[in-house]
């Protein structure tokens, strides 16, 4: 069973930055790929980034050039850094694990609960 918890969410404003945390606490964290989705009020989920196990990243088009996804297998610790913030960016942000890297919800079988993120305009 791999349990995912993220921190760092909050309010910020337009044009801000914020850096958010997924911890999780498997043994083997180092092989399992990691993505990063959010949802906002009345809308599905939307896939933001994903990494590897080997470090490989790729980032949807909304945020490509924006955020930056990150681990720390030492740590079990998977990060999303957000820049140049804009409301459109708020959401309740998940963290997700797999057995492979993913655009879709549905390949991963593991979750956080999510963190708040909004922005401010």
């Known amino acids: 069973q791999v349990q995912l918890v993220e921190s760092g969410g909050g309010l910020v404003q337009a044009g801000g930055s914020l850096r958010l945390s997924c911890a999780a606490s498997?043994?083997?964290?180092?092989?399992?790929?990691m993505g990063w989705f959010r949802q906002a009020p009345g809308k599905g989920r939307e896939f933001v980034a994903t990494i590897s196990k080997s470090g490989t990243t790729y980032y949807a088009d909304s945020m490509n050039g924006r955020s930056t996804v990150s681990r720390d297998n030492a740590k079990n610790t998977v990060y999303l850094q957000m820049n140049s913030l804009k409301p459109e960016d708020s959401a309740v942000y998940y963290c997700?694990?797999?057995?492979?890297?993913?655009?879709?919800?549905?390949?991963?079988?593991?979750w956080g609960q999510g963190t708040q993120v909004t922005v401010s305009s």
């Open positions: 997700a694990g797999g057995f492979r890297t993913a655009t879709v919800s549905s390949d991963y079988p593991y």
């Open positions: 498997v043994r083997t964290f180092s092989l399992y790929a």
